[in-house]
């Protein structure tokens, strides 16, 4: 693993340094395998960097979009981290709809859905169980608690070690989620985060040692890079480091 950390300015230097990275995979990845697949991160940080992505003339046919985690809600919930995307960058261009690879939210069921997505990914992928598929590019961003996608401290999810897609729990509210070691198969994992809240999390995601059952980032360690994006509100007492 090749671990890169840069801290920008501000949040606008975050986003124009998140987009030149995002590009530059998805150009490696369809230049290498004619296709790449970008799984996105929900929350608010990364909702410039959609709108920036979609500004782009792209090889749309050839990008397979994906969410990491998704919040138990319609697609039309404001909560929806699909809705965001889609109103962000998706309904903007002209991707094939499917090509659009959301989880799925409707069978009132969180497990029924997780395992559906589950099947979903392996037909994608011509995987078996027991395989995990490495996404070219998996978006994250970390919550004041250290969690990232729908992985929580302290939640049964951390421990899921068999699965692509299981269920994650906020606060007894319902999640689907990408797993640890799905998430650890990826070829570039970047991590795009901002604000002053991030810095006690940080800090415990950094330190030589800390529980990652309590700082779940701490257990994302891809096979391939990891990025992690910082405006100086998030990062100032983080060191930029490139190991
Ligand atoms: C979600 C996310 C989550 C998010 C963090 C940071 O569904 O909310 O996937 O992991 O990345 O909570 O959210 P902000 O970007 O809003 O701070």
Redesign the pocket.
């Known amino acids: 693993m090749k671990q890169v950390v840069e801290i920008l300015a501000n949040r606008a230097e975050l986003i124009e340094r998140s987009l030149s990275i995002v590009l530059s995979q998805i150009a490696a990845a369809i230049a290498e395998r004619g296709q790449c697949t970008i799984a996105l ?6 909702e410039p960097l959609y709108r920036a992505i979609a500004a782009r003339d792209l090889d749309w046919d050839k990008i397979h979009v994906f969410w ?4 138990y809600v319609d697609p039309e919930h404001p909560d929806s ?1 699909q809705k965001m995307a889609r109103l962000a960058w998706l309904d903007r261009v002209n991707i094939p709809a499917s090509n659009i690879h959301p989880m799925p939210t409707g069978a009132a069921d969180p497990a029924a859905d997780a395992s559906t997505h589950q099947t979903e990914l392996q037909q994608f992928f011509q995987i078996s169980d027991g395989e995990f598929p490495a996404f070219d590019i998996i978006l ?4 004041d608690d250290a ?4 992985l929580f401290p302290h939640t049964a999810a951390l421990q899921v070690e068999d699965a692509l897609i299981t269920v994650g729990n906020k606060d007894g509210q319902p ?1 689907i989620t990408f797993t640890v070691p799905l998430i650890n198969r990826a070829r570039c994992v970047i991590f795009i985060i901002a ?1 002053a809240s ?1 810095k006690p999390a940080l800090a415990q995601i950094f330190a030589p040692a800390a529980d990652a059952m309590t700082y779940p980032a701490r257990l994302i360690k891809p096979e391939g890079e990891l990025w992690w994006l910082l405006d100086a509100a998030a990062g100032e007492e983080l060191k930029q480091q490139t190991a």
């Open positions: 991160a929900g929350g608010s940080t990364p990491g985690d998704e919040r981290n994250l961003g970390i919550g969690h990232t996608a729908s999640r604000g991030k």
